[in-house]
């Protein structure tokens, strides 16, 4: 057995057990059980898979930053709140709900990422509305569309943009020039798209005064945006964005536990740090799959292609890649774009088209299928953990109509 066919069947096996087994076994041990198996397998070394970790430390911070300011804000009760005021807003409209609760959804992703507005918006949507008494499915799938269709906006929105974003060298303004155009686009085609296919038959009206959330302090919020603000700076600058990120939850934590000691420890429990074994452990993969040679082809192709078809080379980028998202999943598509980035296939300006097309696509790609981020696989968990069981294609209809059309919005964005 060779160690290319060896290296295939690992990535294979550990990206199906995510995707499809995510409910059976947790997808950190998954990507972790892969990555041991590329060190056994003798594909991949141990010095060659610290190197790979040191050299992405960054990353791994930005991911153990986010996740200890998800837990913060979940403690604080800062999504219930925000959930409240679209309530009160919309004053009564089951049609305004809706619309102010994917400009919430919409705002959540974009400076705290799309994973942060499924795992955490889903559930308090679906608890609103049930006090409501209006429909769930349409809030909370329309929750997760928004979610990844507004996530290629700044390179904190999405996981994946900053991975991109890393590997290419693209600092804010460099990142704001080549995506944010195209994924402003993308994002307003989702809003429109959305409201015609739910919103026009949300009719029903409810009393806002039937629901209630604490408001976190002043303090908090102010310090929630200004965190915001500290990591799209750190990006401009060049700084590490992930020491911003994990300065940041800290300081949110010393806020909490200055107020009560106990919901900082429970703000502490909340945090997922296996985020930071999963990626951790998809960078070792993915990297075993280059040791073995296989991504060598792929790459020197690809770079062809688009270098063959230059003028559309960022839209292109942005179909392969979504579509790829979608049957490997878009976390290990973002390492393997890192991969081949780092090629010398890719240089110059087709590197660069390459990335913000890769981004684009990485981001709202995975709209089509349950399957096609970590956000989407979760989706359908979130929402029968909180006792509704959602049909296949009652996520595959709009999924699929919501990504053809913001895939357009971007593809002719990019021109």
């Given at each position: 057995?060779?160690?290319?066919?060896?290296?295939?069947?690992?990535?294979?096996?550990?990206?199906?057990?995510?995707?499809?087994?995510?409910?059976?076994?947790?997808?950190w041990k998954a990507a972790l059980i892969g990555a041991c198996l590329m060190l056994l397998g003798g594909i991949e070394t141990v010095p060659s898979a610290w190197a790979t970790l040191l050299a992405e430390w960054d990353v791994l911070l930005f991911f153990a930053g986010l996740a200890v300011i998800v837990a913060a804000a979940e403690e604080s009760q800062l999504f219930a709140w925000l959930a409240q005021v679209a309530a009160r807003v919309a004053d009564g409209s089951g049609r305004r709900?809706?619309?102010?609760?994917?400009?919430?959804?919409?705002?959540?992703?974009?400076?705290?990422?799309?994973?942060?507005?499924?795992?955490?918006?889903?559930?308090?949507?679906?608890?609103?509305?049930?006090?409501?008494?209006l429909p769930v499915a349409p809030f909370a799938l329309s929750v997760a569309f928004i979610a990844n269709a507004a996530s290629a906006l700044l390179p904190i929105s999405n996981p994946t943009n900053y991975i991109i974003a890393q590997a290419a060298g693209l600092t804010l303004f460099?990142?704001?020039?080549?995506?944010?155009?195209?994924?402003?686009?993308?994002?307003?085609?989702?809003?429109?798209?959305?409201?015609?296919?739910?919103?026009?038959?949300?009719?029903?009206?409810?009393?806002?005064?039937?629901?209630?959330?604490?408001?976190?302090?002043?303090?908090?919020?102010?310090?929630?945006?200004l965190v915001a603000v500290a990591m799209l700076t750190a990006s401009a600058l060049h700084f590490p964005v992930g020491a911003a990120a994990i300065g940041g939850g800290a300081v949110l934590i010393l806020l909490i536990?200055?107020?009560?000691?106990?919901?900082?420890?429970?703000?502490?429990?909340?945090?997922?740090?296996?985020?930071?074994?999963?990626?951790?452990?998809?960078?070792?993969?993915?990297?075993?799959?280059?040791?073995?040679?296989?991504?060598?082809?792929?790459?020197?192709?690809?770079?062809?292609?688009?270098?063959?078809?230059d003028a559309i080379a960022?839209?292109?980028?942005?179909?392969?890649?979504?579509?790829?998202?979608?049957?490997?999943?878009?976390?290990?598509m973002s390492m393997v774009a890192v991969q081949m980035l780092h090629h010398d296939a890719f240089s110059g300006a087709g590197a660069t088209r390459f990335a913000a097309g890769t981004i684009v696509g990485l981001a709202i790609g995975p709209n089509l299928t349950p399957v096609g981020s970590l956000s989407?696989?979760?989706?359908?968990?979130?929402?029968?953990?909180?006792?509704?069981?959602?049909?296949?294609?009652?996520?595959?209809?709009p999924g699929a109509l919501v990504t053809a059309i913001t895939l357009l919005a971007a593809a002719l964005a990019f021109f």
């Open positions: 057995m060779t160690h290319g066919f060896l290296a295939g069947a690992i990535f294979a096996l550990t990206i199906g057990a995510i995707v499809f087994l995510a409910e059976r076994i947790s997808e709900l809706y619309f102010a609760v994917l400009c919430v959804a919409g705002i959540v992703t974009v400076f705290f990422t799309n994973d942060a507005a499924v795992l955490v918006m889903i559930p308090l949507v679906a608890q609103l509305v049930r006090t409501f008494g460099p990142y704001l020039r080549l995506v944010a155009l195209p994924g402003l686009a993308a994002a307003a085609a989702a809003l429109l798209f959305l409201w015609l296919f739910f919103g026009r038959r949300m009719r029903a009206t409810y009393d806002p005064a039937a629901t209630a959330a604490k408001a976190p302090t002043l303090v908090f919020r102010l310090t929630f945006g536990a200055i107020e009560s000691g106990k919901q900082a420890a429970s703000a502490l429990r909340r945090t997922h740090v296996s985020i930071v074994v999963l990626v951790a452990s998809l960078f070792v993969v993915v990297d075993g799959l280059r040791h073995a040679g296989l991504l060598d082809a792929p790459t020197r192709w690809l770079a062809e292609v688009l270098h063959a078809h960022a839209p292109l980028s942005a179909l392969l890649m979504a579509l790829a998202s979608n049957v490997a999943n878009n976390l290990p989407t696989i979760l989706v359908l968990i979130t929402l029968r953990r909180t006792g509704l069981q959602v049909a296949l294609h009652e996520y595959l209809v």
